[in-house]
């Protein structure tokens, strides 16, 4: 018979797997909180210590690339830590309101405006720009990937092994 504590552990791991997709949603947190659950529920036996290590340093990593993706992105665009944060705001408001799309069209255009203001010069701005929106995307990306790995090495742990 399966545990109704095993079940949440697994729907908190998928759930964190789908929530790297949804906007505003913990994708990492839920899968650490999963995997975290299960672990405490086995008294603290399974998944073993180096599974749980790997397995939180991953989760982690979801969290880290979560919060400063986009960031680090603009950054290396060229943009300023104001255009940076002030982009992150703006596609938030928009994310809420507006879905994804919001997002994606918000970052862009906060930073565009904002290095062009800032530094006068077109070409840079959209280079700032695009940046940031393929850093966007690509931390999620990463994120799918790695809230993936952590459910798929949970099963493996715990059910294989």
């Known amino acids: ?29 839920l899968s650490l909180s999963g995997l975290y659950l299960y672990w405490w529920a086995s008294g603290f036996a399974e998944p073993g210590p180096i599974a749980l290590a790997i397995l939180t340093a991953l989760g982690v990593v979801v969290l880290f690339t979560e919060f400063f993706g986009g ?9 300023s830590w104001s255009t940076t944060v002030a982009a992150a705001a703006v596609g938030i408001v928009l994310m809420v309101v507006t879905g994804p799309l919001g997002l994606v069209i918000g970052l862009f255009g906060t930073v565009f405006v904002l290095e062009y203001l800032r530094e006068g010069e077109a070409t840079e701005s959209t280079r700032s720009a695009l940046y940031a929106t393929a850093g966007i995307l690509a931390s999620t990306a990463i994120q799918v990937l790695l809230t993936v790995s952590i459910l798929l090495g949970f099963l493996v742990a715990v059910v294989l092994l």
Not at 3 to 19: D, Q, S, T
Request: no cysteine; hydrophobic share 65%; proline share 8%.
């Open 1 to 29: 018979m399966v545990e109704p504590i095993a079940v949440l552990a697994f729907a908190l791991l998928v759930g964190g797997v789908i929530g790297t997709l949804v906007p505003l949603v913990p994708g990492g947190l």
């Open 71 to 79: 960031s680090i992105a603009a950054r290396a665009g060229g943009a």
